[in-house]
């Protein structure tokens, strides 16, 4: 019983000075200091975003059919276009089943043929036409000329059958000769009709052939074009960043060509697509430094803002715009689809003075406050009234305050 009163009194005795060294010290106050300096404070505004190559080529196919290979590495013979393969522009990246293309390249080449044998037979019947038009006109002039020399025997045999100089016979035959070359005339000149119509059928075969060979050859044309496409190129030079397809699968090209390789034309110069918030894109303007980090590199990168996209997203009502920053990417440090944490520099401050920004937010207890200041400070801190001041270049590295606009964070250049 005894050894328990004295637990009982111990324990009270150190409530009891618990409690008086928590009265004795309330009024104190710890009271930490700082150096005032001059620096540079830059104001920033943060993003996240996602790394993205430069320039994406998704390659497809135009053909529906089996895949039945991949072309060669340029860069090593023995082994096949795969991922991460470098290729140049025209390299072959992989083979479709040409048999039914080649097929109807065959069946098209030979209808192509026929119709140009075709159209060798309508000109060679055109050539001829004319000749015969030719023919007939030179016939004509002979008529004529025969006419002519008819018409004058017969004004002489009238004049000398009138004088009695002239035989009967000799007046029926000269009649009878310009009655001849008169008909002579109307048979060359019907000639010539006939001729001209045959001139103008065979001109209008010709043309008619010749749309045929047009259109042989446009078919010609296609079936060679749809032979070629069963041979997959690469458009550009670049890296091939996703294979989509495996020999054996077939594609089906419909509407939409299938996707069969996804190709970055340059790794060397990298983007980052940003989502910025709209409270914050205001600040953001092309030209801007940027810097930013990815989780898997320690260091620090420089970019620039390229592009300001103006189409917005809306996701959960909250509004972002794309922010487009390019970079070198020379080391190849950097590869597509990382996730990059960037920090936008909108505004800078040099040479100011630098104070701890908990300084310009402190307020003091009543009872540490001095009785001649303690009506102006009641008036400071009395609810509604106007804070503090808080100069925008006067806040050190520590801060990790806003400023005026409520989103850009300064700190430490």
């Not at 983007?271 to 430094?289: F, K, L, T, Y």
């Amino acid at each position: 019983m005894k050894r328990i009163l004295i637990l009982l009194v111990l324990a009270a005795l150190s409530v009891g000075g618990v409690a008086w060294w928590q009265g004795h010290n309330s009024n104190g106050t710890a009271f930490r200091t700082a150096r005032v300096d001059r620096g540079d404070l830059v104001a920033s505004v943060g993003a996240s975003g996602v790394v993205q190559a430069e320039e994406v080529v998704d390659i497809g196919a135009q053909v529906a059919g089996r895949i039945i290979g991949f072309g060669q590495d340029p860069r090593d013979t023995s082994k096949p276009i795969d991922y991460n393969t470098q290729v140049e522009a025209n390299t072959e990246l992989a083979y479709i089943d040409p048999a039914l293309y080649k097929a109807e390249f065959d069946q098209a080449e030979g209808q192509l043929k026929q119709a140009e044998g075709q159209l060798e037979q309508a000109r060679a019947q055109v050539a001829s036409a004319k000749a015969n038009v030719n023919r007939a006109l030179a016939d004509l002039e002979q008529y004529k000329a025969k006419l002519f020399q008819a018409d004058r025997e017969l004004d002489r045999a009238k004049r000398i059958r009138g004088s009695g100089g002239l035989s009967e016979s000799e007046y029926d035959l000269a009649l009878a000769t310009q009655k001849t070359c008169v008909s002579a005339l109307g048979v060359g000149e019907a000639t010539i009709e006939q001729v001209k119509a045959a001139q103008k059928e065979a001109d209008a075969n010709l043309i008619r052939v010749e749309g045929v060979v047009t259109t042989a050859r446009a078919a010609r044309d296609r079936a060679k074009t749809n032979l070629d496409y069963c041979t997959i190129k690469s458009p550009v030079k670049g890296v091939i960043l996703d294979r989509r397809v495996n020999v054996g699968q077939t594609v089906v090209a419909s509407l939409n060509a299938p996707s069969l390789f996804l190709l970055a034309k340059d790794l060397k110069r990298i983007q980052i697509w940003a989502s910025v918030n709209e409270a914050d894109i205001g600040q953001v303007r092309v030209g801007q430094p940027v810097t930013f980090t990815v989780e898997a590199r320690k260091e620090t990168f420089n970019g620039t803002v390229a592009q300001i996209r103006l189409n917005a997203n809306n996701t959960q009502n909250v509004v972002t715009y794309t922010v487009v920053i390019t970079t070198d990417n020379s080391e190849g440090l950097l590869m597509p689809y990382m996730t990059a944490n960037a920090t936008f520099e909108v505004n800078r401050r040099k040479d100011v003075l630098k104070v701890p920004h908990v300084a310009l937010r402190w307020q003091p207890r009543r009872e540490l406050i001095a009785p001649a200041h303690l009506e102006e400070a009641e008036k400071l801190l009395r609810p509604g009234a106007s804070p503090a001041p808080t100069p925008a270049t006067g806040s050190s590295g520590s801060r990790t305050g806003r400023d005026e606009s409520g989103r850009s964070r300064w700190r430490s250049a």
